[in-house]
C-alpha cells in the first residue's frame, strides 16, 4: 500500500531472509567466506554462531545459493533441533533422499555412512547444514560427532555446518562436549552492525527495493540514527522498525520519516534504548539506485568472497603450523 506513495517496486523490510537483498558487511562476508571454505576445504565442521536476527539464516541461504550453482554438493538442511536422535537422522536421510521411513538408528546410519562413502569416492561433496543447532539436544551432538568419524586419512567425507544462537557456544564449550569441540575447524560468529553499517544497511534496501530517491531523502541521516539506537543494529529489528515507520509515514502522508515516527514505533514495540547515540555523522551513500543490484548481489558474492577467503587460508596455514607444536587441549 505504501509501495507506489514512496515509488518502491517491493517491499523494502521483509523480515524474511532473502539472499538478493545481502547488504555484505565484513562480518557477513567473513561467516559466509568461513562456511564456504569450510565446505570447499573439506575441512569437516564448522560452526557459526550470532545473536537472534543478526543475519545467520540469511548467511545460509546464501550459501546454500551458491551451492546449487555446483553440481558436486550435496547438502541435507535441517532447521528444526527439536527432535529425537533417531528423528533426526531420519530427517538428514530423507533430505539427502534416502529411504528413511521405518529405520531403526543403525540402519540409518549405515544408509547415510554408504550414502556419503560412495559420493566421496565420486569426488562429491557431500553437507549437512544445521540451521537453530542451539536447540540440539546432547544426543544429538553426539549422533554428529560420530558423523564427524566418516573420514579417510586424508579427508573428512561428510562437511557439517552448525548455525544458531550464542547457547550454542555454551553447549560446545561443555564438558561433555569437548571432544565434538576439538573437531570444530572453523567457528566465526555474526554481530549486529555499527552506526555506518545500519545507515548502509538501510540504503542498501531501499536502492534494491527500487526506491527512485536516494536512501537518505526518505530515511534523513538523524531518522537513521534514531533507527540505530532502538535496534541497537540488529537487522531483524531494523526491518521491523522500518518497516512500520513506512505504513506510519504513509499514514501521515509523510514524504520523509522523521525520528518521531521512529521514536512512536519503538514505544509500540516496547524497544528499551540499550546503546547512547553515536554521534559520528553516517555518511551520503552513492548514487546507486539500479533495481538490478538485487539480480546481481548473488553474483557479487563470489568476490565479494575472495578477500575474506584469502585472509582465511592464511590463517589456516598459521593455525596448521601452530597445532603441531600444540598440546592436547
Ligand atoms: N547482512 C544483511 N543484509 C541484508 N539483510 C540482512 C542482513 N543480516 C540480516 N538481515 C535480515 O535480517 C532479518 C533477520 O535475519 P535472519 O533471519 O537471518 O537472522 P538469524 O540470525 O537467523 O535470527 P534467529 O537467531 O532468530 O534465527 C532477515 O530479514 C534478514 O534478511
Ligand atoms: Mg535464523
Redesign the pocket.
Known amino acids: 500500500m505504501y509501495k507506489s506513495f514512496y515509488s518502491l517496486k517491493r517491499n523494502p523490510f ?5 539472499p538478493s ?5 565484513r562480518r ?1 562476508n567473513e561467516a559466509l567466506a568461513s562456511l564456504y571454505y569450510g565446505v570447499r576445504r573439506h575441512k569437516g565442521f564448522v560452526v557459526l554462531t ?1 545473536e ?8 545460509l541461504r546464501c550459501l546454500l545459493q551458491l551451492f546449487k550453482q555446483n553440481n558436486d554438493v550435496a547438502y541435507a538442511y535441517i532447521f528444526n533441533g527439536r527432535l529425537s536422535p533417531v528423528e533426526f537422522l531420519q530427517y538428514v536421510a530423507s533430505d539427502f533422499g534416502l529411504p528413511a521411513s521405518g529405520k531403526n538408528k543403525g540402519e540409518l546410519l549405515l544408509e547415510l555412512g554408504g550414502y556419503v562413502i560412495s559420493r566421496a569416492q565420486r569426488k562429491l561433496t557431500t553437507v549437512l547444514v544445521v540451521d ?1 543447532a542451539h536447540h540440539l539436544s546432547a544426543d544429538i551432538l553426539e549422533e554428529i560427532r560420530l558423523l564427524t568419524n566418516l573420514e579417510t586419512a586424508h579427508d573428512k567425507l561428510l562437511q557439517i555446518l552448525l548455525v544458531g ?1 550464542p547457547e550454542l557456544d555454551d553447549k560446545l564449550d561443555s564438558v561433555g562436549l569437548r571432544q565434538l569441540k576439538q573437531r570444530i575447524a572453523l567457528r566465526s560468529r ?1 554481530e549486529p552492525l555499527d552506526a555506518n553499517e545500519t545507515r548502509g ?1 538501510i540504503e542498501r ?1 531501499l536502492q534494491l527495493a527500487g526506491s527512485s530517491s536516494l536512501g537518505h531523502e526518505l530515511f534523513p541521516i538523524e531518522t537513521i540514527a534514531d533507527i540505530y539506537q532502538h535496534s541497537r543494529g540488529i ?2 529489528l531494523i ?1 521491523t522498525i522500518c518497516e512500520n515507520a513506512l505504513i506510519a509515514g504513509y499514514a501521515r502522508q509523510a514524504r520523509r520519516i522523521t525520528p518521531d515516527i521512529i521514536d512512536d514505533i519503538a514505544v509500540d514495540f516496547r524497544l528499551g534504548v540499550v546503546h547512547q547515540l553515536h554521534a559520528e555523522e553516517p555518511k551520503v551513500m552513492g548514487e546507486e539506485t539500479d533495481f538490478r543490484l538485487a539480480a546481481k548481489t548473488l553474483l557479487d558474492l563470489v568476490s565479494h568472497l575472495q578477500k575474506p577467503l584469502d585472509e582465511l587460508e592464511r590463517r589456516q596455514a598459521v593455525t596448521t603450523r601452530a597445532s603441531k607444536h600444540e598440546p592436547y587441549i
Request: charged share 20%; hydrophobic share 30%.
Open positions: 521483509e523480515i524474511t531472509p532473502d537483498f545481502l547488504f555484505p558487511t557477513h550470532g537472534v536476527g543478526t543475519g545467520k539464516t540469511l548467511v537453530e544462537q555474526l544497511y534496501r537487522p531483524r526491518n
